[in-house]
C-alpha cells in the first residue's frame, strides 16, 4: 500500500488542527458523541469527529466428541475514524468513515489490492426536496435490517449467521430517500438505490451489470426515541409499543460474485467471468417497549444459474477444485434482549441457514446465542460478552465464547 495507516491517521490528525485554527467554535461534546465539532466562521461548514475501537478475545472449540482442538484469539475487531456534518447548507451533509483495523481492512482481492482499503462510508446527502433525499457515494445498501445497524449499537458482541451469508453491505452508487404518514402515527419510508454492484472500494471497473434495491418500512406507531428501530437494546425505555416491519428486494444484474456484490469473484479460464442475475429479498421486524426488545429478519436468495461455467460451458472450480456455485438459499434470524436495569441486559438469538443442499452440498447450519451485556455509558461504553453453540450438520458442530469491550468517542 501507498500510505501506512500510521500516515493516514497523522493527515487526518493535521486536516483536523488547520480546521480548529480556523474553525470559529469548537464545542466539546458529551462523551460519546463525538470527539469535538467545528463550526465554520460563516456557518458554511460544520464537522464532527469521532473515534471508536472494539477490542475481541474469542475462544472455540469443537463440540461433536467433547470439547477437542481448542483456538484462542485476541484482536482489534474493528478501529474506525468518523467524520459528519455539512457542507455549503445544512441541506448537504456528509458521512466519512475510515476502517484503521485488520480486519476493517480484510477481504482484498486483485481488484482493490492497488489501493488501500481504508474507506468505508463517503457519502453526500442531499434534502433537495420536501421529505426527499439524495444519497451519493459509498454507503451500506438498504438490505437487511441487523446490517445498516452500526456495529457501534449491536446488542450482542457481533452480527448473526443471517447477516455473514446474505448481506448486500456496502456499495458504490446513488439512493433517494423519502418519508411520509399515513396518520398522525403511521410513518412509512422508502428507499431506491442503484449501485455498482460489485462491493465496496472497487478500482477496477465495472464487470457485469448494476444492482438495484428497492426498501419500503412500515411505522404503525411512528419514530421510535433516538432512531432505536435501528439500534439493539432499547435502552431508551420506549414507554409505548414501537413497531416497525421492513421489506427490501435487491437484484443484481449480470453479477460476477458468488453472494451478489459480496463473495468470491467468479474468473473463468480465459480471464473472463461467469456472472448471472442474483436476486435477494429481506423481510424484518423491529419491537420495542419498557426495555423489551425483539427483531426478526428472513432472508432469501436465487439466482438465474447457479453453477459458475467456464467461457466453454465446463464447471468452473474454484481454489480447492470445487465447483463454484452462487450461495443460494434462505436465512432466519430472532432476536430478543431484556434489561434487567438501565444498565445490563440479557438477550438470546437463534439463527437458522438453509442453502441449497442440492447446489451447495451444504446442510443446515443452527446457531443459538445467550448474551450479557453492561452499559456503562450507553452503546459508548459497554461491556459484552456471549456464548454460541453452532450445530452445523454437514461438519463439526462448533462452541464459541466471545468477550468484547467497545468504545467510542
Given amino acids: 500500500m501507498k500510505l ?5 491517521v497523522v493527515t487526518v490528525i493535521c486536516i483536523s488542527a488547520f480546521l480548529n485554527v480556523n474553525a470559529q467554535e469548537t464545542n466539546a461534546p458529551q462523551f460519546g458523541k463525538g470527539l469535538f465539532n467545528l463550526v465554520g466562521k460563516d456557518s458554511t461548514f460544520s464537522m464532527k469527529i469521532g473515534l471508536r475501537f472494539q477490542s475481541l478475545a474469542t475462544s472455540s472449540w469443537d463440540a461433536s466428541n467433547g470439547l477437542s482442538n481448542h483456538e484462542a484469539s485476541m484482536l482489534i475487531r474493528r478501529s474506525r475514524l468518523k467524520f459528519d456534518g455539512f457542507a455549503f447548507s445544512p441541506k448537504l451533509k456528509y458521512k466519512l468513515e475510515l476502517g484503521l483495523s485488520n480486519r476493517d481492512q480484510s477481504g482484498a482481492s486483485k481488484y482493490t489490492h492497488n489501493a488501500p482499503r481504508y474507506i468505508l462510508d463517503a457519502v453526500l446527502k442531499w434534502n433537495f426536496s420536501g421529505d426527499f433525499v439524495l444519497w451519493f457515494g459509498q454507503t451500506k445498501l438498504p438490505g437487511n435490517r441487523e446490517r445498516v445497524i452500526s456495529s457501534a449499537n449491536l446488542q450482542q458482541v457481533d452480527r448473526s449467521l443471517l447477516n455473514s451469508r446474505f448481506t448486500i453491505d456496502r456499495d458504490f452508487g446513488i439512493q433517494v430517500r423519502h418519508h411520509f404518514n399515513l396518520t398522525d402515527t403511521f410513518l412509512v419510508k422508502e428507499i431506491f438505490s442503484i449501485a455498482q454492484g460489485e462491493g465496496r472500494n472497487i478500482t477496477t471497473g465495472n464487470i457485469g ?10 411505522l404503525p406507531f411512528g419514530n421510535f426515541a433516538s432512531k432505536g428501530d435501528y439500534k439493539g437494546s432499547d435502552l431508551k425505555f420506549e414507554q409505548n409499543p414501537k413497531l416497525a416491519f421492513g421489506f427490501a428486494y435487491d437484484f443484481n444484474n449480470h453479477a460476477a460474485k458468488t453472494r451478489s456484490n459480496q463473495g468470491s469473484y467468479m474468473a473463468n479460464n480465459t480471464g473472463g467471468f461467469y456472472t448471472t442475475n442474483i436476486s435477494t429479498l429481506f423481510i424484518d421486524a423491529m419491537y420495542k417497549h419498557k426495555g423489551f426488545s425483539f427483531m426478526a ?54 439463527t437458522n441457514i ?17 448474551g450479557l451485556s453492561k452499559y456503562i455509558a450507553g452503546h459508548s461504553l459497554k461491556v459484552q460478552t456471549d456464548l454460541s453453540y453452532t450445530d452445523i450438520g454437514f461438519k463439526t458442530n462448533q462452541l464459541l465464547y466471545r468477550l468484547q469491550v467497545d468504545i467510542h468517542f
Fill in 4 to 8: 501506512s495507516i500510521l500516515q493516514n
Fill in 209 to 218: 451489470g448494476h444492482q438495484y434495491t428497492t426498501r419500503v418500512e412500515l
Fill in 297 to 350: 429478519e428472513y432472508a432469501s436468495r436465487d439466482a438465474k444459474d447457479a453453477f459458475a461455467k467456464n467461457s466453454d460451458g465446463t464447471a468452473l472450480l474454484d481454489s480447492d477444485g470445487d465447483q463454484m456455485i452462487v450461495q443460494i438459499g434462505n436465512g432466519l434470524n430472532l432476536q430478543t434482549g431484556y434489561l434487567l436495569s438501565k444498565t445490563v441486559e440479557v438477550s438470546a438469538r437463534y
Fill in 354 to 370: 438453509s442453502l441449497d443442499k442440492s447446489i451447495t452440498g451444504k446442510g443446515t447450519e443452527n446457531q443459538y446465542t445467550l
